[in-house]
């Protein structure tokens, strides 16, 4: 059985990652999407598909995990949504999600759909994450080792940063 | 004469049939146009430009209406507009519309705009439907008959109550 | 039941209308999808979808069919176009297509594929009408007397022949 | 040396004059960008492109400036921004913005970005001249001159005023 | 008065020059359109739209012409092309054009369409300049003194020359 | 040190592992572009980026090789598409490709470009494969036998005839 897991993973943290393996321990291979693949240099979004996939890729071959990681990109059109995950996927018959509207597309499409166990919430959370990136608390021992290095190497803090800055708009 | 009136119909009520038999007393035949024709499944644009259409036609088919139904889709370029939904639709020469973008679009290229009358604004609104579709509330007296029975059809009152739980998000 | 059928109608000739009469007989429902939606003023697809829902309209008011015609845009992801069609349209279970691809995608998604019968296609033919409306041919008996009024009211004649003037390039 | 500066124009103002007239002094060429090209017909992008093209000409030919005006349509997608702007444009190799989302891109891709010298902020807005536009108040006196002429040969504050109009929405 | 011409300028060539000057004679202001302005990197359309407006603006400065260059991409909607220019350009009365589809589109929104006039097409042609660049034989006499300077900066002849390479494919 | 190799994978076959197992020889990580992902249920391009994912990650699961598969959708803007590319991919500094305008396109933005060496092309070409799969002789030997499996999962040489088949247009 395979299963479709989509996240944003900005970044990818270790409640995602405990997330992957209650999964995986349920099925024969798990697909990770990447959702708003096309999206990044935002303070919400600031890491592009590419670093993400790294994220991922790093830190699940430490594993003994059947998976596949696939960009996702956003289409503005809920009704063929469904559609596109599927050419862009191996055939899948579960998806984990907590999101009401990708719940709903595919449960009109008769799939499987399942809530995933959260991991600690209070501290594995993106959006907790970014912050303490912008205001340098301390954020390394919430995501796996691998991102650390992936973030290091993509000069990542200094991107928020600078995209924090306030504008001095010439409008 | 051939007048345009555009909505989103969502869904298709009274106040908009109201709306459409008023004009086509004043025209030879009307063309509605199903705006956002691609949106679909969101609390404010449940149904899909399929399901309005439904609507529109099985109600209409009762009236002695010259009209056309046409899927409009939105795109984000004001200026191309006008020629987009003229390239969609036999010519017209007025459009009816109570919408202040729309209206100068379309002044702008000589049309004839004149503002629908309305009928019934405090019961028929789209947005007080879908909040007493949500609710449980009575709603089924404020649309046709037989939009009633296209909803039953596509289970459009349990899309709308899914859409709606509360996200679980494992972000 | 409802049935799909999908065609360019540059233009919409009398053995369309045998088609859909034919179709018409055995279902409650026919969907005319008007396909290449967003095509004209070429040499293949001079008409827009506009003129082309007008042709259809004005012939089938004449027949007692229950009928949509509805635009279908192309989109160039044949994975999802089945389900771009079936937000557009009410829902249907049986589609007549001579299309190879479209008869795959709609086979892959569980729909009945049935072959239109075709009427006299040695003279109803959308290329040879073209052609003949081009070379000043008589052309007029082969569609139906509404076409006829349409392709006047548009003065559709004179842009198929302008299309056709030798380009005199400044490359 | 060529620079690169952005900006969305609406209108084209006399504190807009004075950044393009300093830096004019630095470089031996400026690219004027006009960002969202495509956008128009809006409170607050009520110009369209060509409108703004022309502002902007009709005033620079008065000074002996080196530059290029040129349209840059918005792409939702960050991470090919730059290569779009490239493609479109002269080679350059500094931009000035005030941009911090504009400011990363570049700098990731090693151009010199600078800050533009602004000059009265307090009088020389965009927003606030075009809120005068729209009651009334007197705003030539913040414009070119030959914005003021294009402004009235368009018709612009006409369509600005009905633009604000309140909606009568058949909802 | 002011008119439009548009071409695709891959290079802008003497013909082309020649052409511009004599349309400058009749009208106010000239607005050069750079056509498929997306479309880079081939045989056929080897130059950006950045680096033709370089050579279009070098050359055309060394003339008394009032003129904009602007670039204009290509959409696949003919219904809706002449819009789309329309909100680029500065208002125009007169196009310019050789080429059957643009007149009949501009002609059918009662633009006046006139055909420019040729100069020695036998020598001044895109694509046997295209072709000369490729081979090694003489083509700098056939463009302004600036092009060639601006096809030197951006190594251009190179550029075609590999693209020109034979394929050598894994698939 | 990464390097980036893009191809159409339709489908996978023995040389194509060949060229990747030389390659990851040479380099840290290998990423595998899935090209033109959202081509599908053609006779060039029979399979989803997502069938065409499986046969590759099904087949280097067996090997001891360190790589990314990522789809990689065609944009119609080749200035771009690096930027695409870069922003859906690991960083790599070396592009394999056979082709010329890839070739072209990196090599403008500075990478090191090599030529992928090519394994037995008289027996292994997608051209062939999909030739004897639509003609019924034996292909099977041709590709891993984790493609052979994906393929009969999917049902992909019936989908290959059906897409075949003569068209019976009702144009």
Known sequence: MRAFLIGRWQPFHKGHLEIIKK???EVDEIIVGIGSCQKSHTLTDPFTAGERMMMITKTLENYDINYYAIPIIDIDYNAVWVSSVES???????????NSLVRELFSERNYVVKKPELYNRTDYSGTKIRKKMLDGSAWEHLVPEEVVKVIEEIDGINRI???SEKDYDEE
């Open 23 to 25: 999964i995986s321990a």
């Open 88 to 98: 862009l996927t191996p055939p899948f018959t579960t998806i984990y999600t907590g």
């Open 161 to 163: 940063r600078r995209l």
